[in-house]
């Protein structure tokens, strides 16, 4: 699909219908995400990049209507231009509830007072430092109740919640400024010079009809699509059916997962036919499925030669040990070199920002480039002063932020190129920023601020920028450009934020947050015992994880030479940075059959033969997300107390 489609003049395509249905939109991808995580048992509808919090309700409220509208009044169908723009509106609003924001920022302000102990020594350790504005009060009982439930008639006590909500909001939205100004920036980058493919924006104008040759009819009316729509949603029903033990389930559910056992030294392969990931990964490239597979073979067979020869260090870097240490080595040189790659283009980003020059068009951008670059400054700005209120030290919060913005950039390339459906971060900004620096060489309220910054420091759908640049992909398809679009999305993201937060809160309180499914007080010792740990330890960068981590720069930098000296190099360096989070590693059998019938359609009949095969999936996938809301209503209906889990993408 190419990269840039053609222009059109005329209006702009975000007409007030579009927005209005688009904000309605984001409300209920919020609500649903929401009340299906907490009440209903499905803890994963948020989790994907392109969830099916916002499938579902796009398919079955936006998309049928469309299609019956076609078809019976064309004139009050919507266009094509109206459909991204609701599908972006949606797709912004689905970073904010449960995974993607509220269930970390919900946990951090109500979790210390009420959790403290003798046993845990929080109130003696950090209550000193604990900024109290970004906490509800524990002189209160707005927590307590909060957890436990409210009696009938009590009200809520809302004025405990606003101050501190309103700290953070300010801190999110400055993040998310920042963010946007960086993809203003890199926007022309990736997509004009680099032609990233944005596989699952592909995915998306597929499923909205935007064909790729206007010659061809779209992949949503083609048999093929017809088909595996068909096919999946009798597999999802018949698997429905055996909730009542009529017939044996088809092992594609959530709970079927098996171990791959080869030696006890080695650790395990989770093996999982998840067909939501397997029909995201058809849409990716052949060359970085195939690499994706090598890497998570290569790398769990380096941590089993590592457990054989005794090789181990606590590490501070990453959480998922020396290997990962290595990935964060090589997320760093692709962010690196992608800069470096882009430097003309920068070059041009500054004439324009600093002298305007009139060669430099940014026309097709959320604005202007002279706003993308004294905003990324005013929000950077920001963020420090931000930091620096809630105790951390300037060179800690450089560092913080630093790390933060490396880790969001090179995430969102990651997904941008390799369309990875589902991907967590390889590092927590803060656990890296506190093991590089030593936490004996920070200050008690530099270690405390560090903890508080979990709310989006290890926040992988929210603000890592994968919406914000799939939605400046899709706005090229829009028709001309337009500016208010981003207002749009704004107005999207805060609608998101009030539905979900205030459900969130109106639930807890209605029958105890302690009894919702998504549990938010799980989240409070993991997220206060980090500062626990860097508190009560002096710890600091190994000489064996610089070795590891210098190793994933030049394994990195390696393949980048392999690419450009040998036409037949098969290894793509996405690999060796994406297999560090968990995620991926639970992906490894939909990566190999995704990439075991791309070579085999490639063999046979070449690219026509495997775009002729694209329908088929992208019908699996509508079929198995239609499937998924019947089972929903099942649920509910016949099964409330004990629903079953549909999908995972972890164990």
Known sequence: MSSEPPRSRGPSPVTLRAGIIGLALSAVVAFWGQFAADHAGYNYTTYAHIPSALLIPFLILILGPHVLLKRLALGYALTTSELIVIFVMGLIGSMVPDWGMTRYLVSLVTGPFYHASPENRWAETFFDT???????????????????????????????????????????????????????????????????????????????????????????????????????????????????????????????????????????????????????????????????????????????????LGITAATTMSPTGLVGTQSIGALIALVVWGLWMARRHLAGVARRAFRKDPSIDDSSEFFSYRVAVFGLIFGLLYLLAWLYSIGMSLPVSLVLLAVLFIVYIGMARIVAEAGLVAMDLPVNANNFTGGILGADNLSPSSITALGMTNAFARNWRTFTMIGLSHAAYLQRWMGPATRHFFLWICLAFAVSVVTSLYYYISAGYAVGADNLLSKPGDLVPFFYNTIMTWNSSASSVSELELIFFGNGIVLYMLMILGRFMFLWWPLHPIGLVAVAADTVRFMFLPFLLAWLVQVILLRLGGGPLYRRAQPLFLGILVGYVLGMALSFLVDSVWFPAAPHQFESFIN
């Open 130 to 308: 604990l900024p109290g504005w970004l906490v509800i009060s524990g002189k209160t009982d707005a927590v307590r109740v909060f957890y436990e439930g409210a009696a009938p008639g009590y009200r809520i006590p809302w004025m405990a919640w606003i101050s501190p909500l309103l700290w953070w909001m300010s801190c999110f939205a400055a993040l998310m400024w920042t963010g946007a100004c960086i993809v203003v920036i890199l926007r022309k980058q990736w997509v004009s010079h680099e032609r990233l493919r944005f596989p699952l924006g592909e995915v998306s104008l597929n499923l909205m009809g935007v064909g790729k040759d206007p010659n061809e009819p779209p992949m949503v009316r083609t048999t093929a699509f017809r088909i595996g729509a068909g096919l999946s949603l009798a597999v999802v029903c018949w698997n429905i059916v055996s909730y009542w033990d009529i017939v044996t389930p088809i092992p594609i559910m959530g709970p079927d997962l098996l171990y791959l056992k080869v030696h006890p030294s080695i650790p395990d392969l989770p093996i999982r036919l998840n067909v939501f990931v397997l029909c995201f990964a058809f849409f990716i490239n052949a060359e970085i499925l195939f690499s994706l597979c090598f890497f998570l073979l290569f790398t769990t067979l380096q941590r089993g030669l590592m457990n054989m």
